[in-house]
């Protein structure tokens, strides 16, 4: 049987793709275990948490971060500059399995000296890219910035620093630690990313390879919608847009882009039975101030089956993000049959089949994005998700890579 482990920094206990995976490879026959820093999520004979010893080692690493990076720009996200982390190269899950999977690991859960320890073992390591970290100087997404593709250096991120140059320093540590071994392979969800993963100096010439995230289709399935509304205490005759975001500030959330397409959706003056639903974060006043429509904070959903509740009550899912890699959040919201509106980015039309199941906004604009809700509406739009993101095509994708590794 093929052993396979995961590691992942955190695992909630909903919408996280590491967790899904390992699940989805455990139903298929893998013998898949993972092995977090902290979790959601009790410890079993497949999940495995790190110490209170890793837990502090991870808070020195924040905070030596958050004094290394205070001169940020936040309008371009976050950046890491990993220092410290936990060497789980001798541990037993790690020396038993055929391959291991690198989902989110930094944060203080792995350092590049914690990866570069698990490649010396000489097993195959599959980075699985999440964000756009593994291939930049530091920052999760670039945005319009492709330095990365040449060398990361004098980054945007931090204007006003000249005397240390952390994304040239991060950028070299990884070229060399990529350059050295032959057992790193990389998988990208989205079609975006692995053009992203093949132009960058750090990956260009290490093997890539295109598998999507994995959701469950006996959770994330249509259902009643009144049904759905009934349980979540929802007005069962508004039509509901619903939004999705751990923080509505984040700069890769796109919040602004929503609030004045809704805007000027009220001043077209033609939806007036308009119910905002935000989930993923809580009450915020001054966000209700600038709603034009009632609104309702459902905070975090924290399990998988109240977020689907909350798809299937949903007319339109709108997802304005400016940078991300394949949304689980629209892939969700579609396998239950509600369309999704967004911007024409990243992995967002590798799920988002223009005016079919969904709408294309051009990027950062808002008229355009007020004109998809618009169409879902006046066409009645159904979301529906491809029979290329089914668990069985997915997995045996998984399986043909670990055949590829192993006749390498």
């Known amino acids: 049987m093929i052993k396979a482990i995961h590691l992942q920094r955190h695992l909630p206990a909903s919408g996280n793709a590491a967790f899904r995976l390992h699940e989805a490879m455990r139903l298929s026959g893998i013998d898949s275990t993972m092995l977090s820093l902290s979790s959601d999520i009790e410890e079993s004979k497949q999940i495995k948490h790190l110490g209170k010893k890793s837990s502090l080692i991870s808070l020195l690493d924040a905070r030596c971060g958050s004094f290394l990076t205070k001169s ?15 060497d789980v190269s001798k541990l037993p899950q790690i020396q038993n399995a055929d391959f291991v999977y690198l989902h989110w690991v930094i944060g203080g859960f792995l350092s590049l000296h914690g990866i570069e320890n698990l490649c010396k073992i000489g097993k195959p ?4 890219i999440h964000d756009m970290w593994p291939i930049t100087g530091g920052c999760h997404y670039s945005f319009d910035c492709e330095k990365f593709k040449i060398e990361c250096n004098n980054c945007q991120i931090f204007p006003k620093e000249k005397k240390i140059d952390l994304a040239l320093k991060e950028f070299k540590k990884k070229l060399i630690l990529y350059s050295k071994y032959n057992n790193l392979f990389f998988v990208s969800p989205s079609k975006w ?3 992203q993963i093949k132009e960058s100096t750090l990956t260009k010439e290490k093997p890539v390879f295109h598998i999507p995230n994995i959701i469950n289709n006996k959770v994330f399935k249509q259902n009643n919608r009144l049904e759905a509304r009934r349980i979540l205490d929802l007005d069962s005759d508004s039509l509901i847009i619903s939004f999705g975001a751990v923080s509505v500030d984040s700069p890769y959330k796109g919040w602004s882009y929503l609030q004045e397409a809704l805007s ?14 935000i989930f993923g974060s809580g009450f915020n006043e001054q966000i209700e101030r600038d709603i034009p429509f009632p609104i309702r904070f459902l905070g975090r959903l924290r399990d998988d089956f109240s977020t689907a509740l909350l798809y299937n009550a949903s007319n ?3 997802a304005p993000s400016l940078a991300d890699n394949l949304p689980t959040t629209i892939m969700e919201s579609l396998a239950c049959g509600t369309a999704v509106v967004g911007f024409n980015i990243g992995g967002i039309p590798d799920m988002v089949i223009h005016k079919k199941n969904g709408y294309l906004a051009n990027y950062k604009d808002s008229s355009d994005l007020a004109a998809g809700i618009e169409y879902c509406i006046e066409n009645n739009l159904k979301g529906y998700l491809s029979e290329d993101f089914k668990r069985e095509i997915l997995i045996e994708k998984h399986l043909k890579l670990f055949d590829l590794i192993k006749n390498k």
């Open 72 to 86: 940020k720009k936040k309008e371009f996200g976050i950046f890491s500059y990993p220092l410290f982390g936990t």
């Open 125 to 128: 390591i599959i980075l699985f």
């Open 193 to 195: 990313m692995y053009n």
């Open 264 to 277: 000027i959706l009220k001043c077209r003056n033609q939806q007036k039975n308009i119910l905002v639903v």
């Open 316 to 318: 339109i899912f709108v």
